[in-house]
């Protein structure tokens, strides 16, 4: 009796850790296959990191969505969000948003770099790449869109995207650049938002993605105006019968 249960006792521990070893196994699969999109906030001397539904990310729940609310050195207020797939976009047509709205009040000013990153995408569609940001800056405000053919987290190998403003008030901007990076990418947005002494609020919103084929685009204005056109000619000999 005694080695019936001691065989039956052996079985079920080694049943459970077979179970457990097919759970992580998937558990990984699963992380491996949608990589941890992650937000940094930087003022040269405090860093906080956030990693999509990890610790203090204000959007826990939403995957594909960080968030954060609260404050980063002189930054006394920021509410920052970034959005990546699956929420928005896909591994082959990648889209990366960040948003954020800064407050400083501090004598002396600072300034607040903020960076968004998610690994893992491609193959991509078609390597022209856009990189399109607007918003409102009192002091000056710069942005960088990166592509990293390592696959690595805030990479920054190959520069996609410049803009900025310098003087204060309303601002927008594009580019686009060619770029056919190797499989699997990183993608990065990185913003700097610069404030001089007294209260002041800086608020953008950024968004850089792959472009379809501009064949595409093409194919579908000579096709919607050949069938125009067939519409029209079918119309007016309509009329004369």
Known sequence: MNDYLTVTKKLFINTAKFIILIVAFFIASILSAHAMPSLQLSDGSTTILIVDEGPGDALSGII?????????????????????????????????????????????????????????????????????????????????TYV????????????????????????????????NPSDPFSMTAVATITHGSGKKASSFGLSVNVAPEPISYALFIIGGALLGGRHYLTRKKQKVL
Do not use: K, Q, W
Request: no cysteine; net charge negative.
């Open 148 to 179: 990293d053919n390592t696959n690595t987290a805030f990479g920054t190998g190959t520069l996609i995207g410049n803009l900025g403003a310098a003087s204060s008030g309303a601002f927008s901007g594009s580019t686009s650049a060619i770029f």
């Open 64 to 144: 594909g969505g960080v968030g954060y609310l609260g404050s980063v050195g002189v930054f006394n207020l920021t509410v920052t969000t970034g959005f990546v797939t699956p929420l928005i976009g896909t591994s082959e047509l990648p889209m990366l948003n960040l948003n954020s709205v800064g407050v400083s009040s501090s004598g002396s000013g600072g300034t607040l770099t903020i960076m968004f990153t998610e690994t893992g995408f491609g193959s991509i569609a078609a390597p022209l790449f856009e990189t399109t940001v607007g918003g409102t800056n009192r002091g000056a405000v710069s942005f960088n």
